[in-house]
Nanobody, 113 residues
Framework: VQLVESGGGLVQPGGSLRLSCAAS????????MSWYRQAPGKERERVAF????????NYADSVKGRFTISRDNAKNTVYLQMNSLKPEDTAVYYC???????WGQGTQVTVSS
């Protein structure tokens, strides 16, 4: 199982970023996926969840209405569209296969002026 995140970077408050997570080594369409984040000195928190077919999603209250999780099972990729970014969204973002302890290496998102 391999998960590789990309798309992080430095963005100003109010800006947008789109994270991608390319999956391999398993039948991607058979598994729900999640995005987590971990800010310095804080515990890792789940920010978004999507079912295996993409028909169901769930978000942390802190990102609801600003972030959108989606997936393309033909491309074995899950996405996190992040809009109206705030400084408190600064963190390392990880994707995770819901079943089993499989994580990507993370991608840094920094929101700062």
């Amino acid at each position: 199982v391999q998960l590789v995140e990309s798309g992080g970077g430095l963005v100003q408050p109010g800006g947008s970023l789109r994270l991608s997570c390319a999956a391999s080594g398993f039948t991607f369409s058979g598994y729900a996926m999640s995005w987590y984040r971990q800010a310095p000195g804080k515990e890792r928190e789940r920010v978004a969840f999507i079912t295996s077919a993409g028909g169901g999603t769930n978000y942390a209250d802190s990102v609801k209405g600003r972030f959108t999780i989606s997936r393309d099972n033909a491309k074995n990729t899950v996405y996190l569209q992040m809009n109206s970014l705030k400084p408190e969204d600064t963190a390392v973002y990880y994707c995770k296969r819901v079943s089993g302890d499989y994580w990507g290496q993370g991608t840094q998102v920094t929101v700062s002026s």
